[in-house]
T-cell receptor, first 114, second 118 residues
Framework: AQSVTQLGSHVSVSEGALVLLRCNYSSSVPPYLFWYVQYPNQGLQLLLKYTSAATLVKGINGFEAEFKKSETSFHLTKPSAHMSDAAEYFCAVSRMDSSYKLIFGSGTRLLVRP | DTGVSQNPRHKITKRGQNVTFRCDPISEHNRLYWYRQTLGQGPEFLTYFQNEAQLEKSRLLSDRFSAERPKGSFSTLEIQRTEQGDSAMYLC????????????????FGPGTRLTVL
């Protein structure tokens, strides 16, 4: 069965510092992987998606993620945090059947200190 | 393209009452998904439609829950005899099937309906 683990329910960084949010997946076949961001009381906004093309995926707002099959990881990074990046981030894997339903991790709340 | 919309955004109800939520997907998206998100957790899949056909239901979807998508456009999610455990954010997402690795399989989410059962 596919699953997603996000290490660290809370991550705190200073403004301008590197952002690293960790995601590990479990899948018997190469998966589709996603990062979504959720601002308070809002729905989820797609940041980026991996679909077995380039292993380094660039997304919106300066975020990128690298697919590492050997580590079963898909960590999200941003070189320089901005106050507006404070939000909840979810990693998800798509079920590799006809449904393509998403299986989410439990999320990581990013706090950005001034 | 105005995005996925959901109504109402917030619903407060008393235990035992019935509630209905509506989701309007992105036009021309043939797939529509419902997820439930409880506090501090990631969303969990409830059910999905391809056009008007409901193709899968999670075991989370008890028989008090029913979803429809008449004519393959908007969808409704009804909860009968609400319980306090039903309090959650209900999220709707839509996508366009394209087969294989394609942007058309990306799910776009609405703002959600937050349900509070007193």
């Amino acid at each position: 069965a596919q699953s997603v683990t996000q290490l660290g329910s809370h991550v705190s960084v200073s403004e301008g510092a590197l952002v690293l949010l960790r995601c590990n997946y479990s899948s018997s076949v190469p998966p589709y992987l996603f990062w979504y961001v959720q601002y308070p009381n809002q729905g989820l906004q797609l940041l980026l998606k991996y679909t077995s093309a380039a292993t380094l995926v660039k997304g919106i707002n300066g975020f990128e993620a690298e697919f590492k099959k050997s580590e079963t990881s898909f960590h999200l990074t941003k070189p320089s945090a901005h106050m507006s990046d404070a939000a909840e981030y979810f990693c998800a894997v798509s079920r590799m059947d006809s449904s393509y339903k998403l299986i989410f991790g439990s999320g990581t709340r990013l706090l950005v200190r001034p | 393209d105005t995005g996925v919309s959901q109504n109402p955004r917030h619903k407060i109800t008393k235990r035992g009452q019935n509630v209905t939520f509506r989701c309007d997907p992105i036009s021309e998206h043939n797939r529509l998904y419902w997820y439930r998100q409880t506090l501090g957790q990631g969303p969990e899949f409830l059910t999905y439609f391809q056009n008007e056909a409901q193709l899968e239901k999670s075991r989370l979807l008890s028989d008090r829950f029913s979803a429809e998508r008449p004519k393959g456009s908007f969808s409704t999610l009804e909860i009968q005899r609400t319980e306090q455990g039903d309090s959650a954010m209900y999220l709707c997402a839509s996508s366009r099937t394209g087969g294989g690795a394609s942007l058309t399989d990306t799910q776009y989410f609405g703002p959600g309906t937050r349900l509070t059962v007193l």
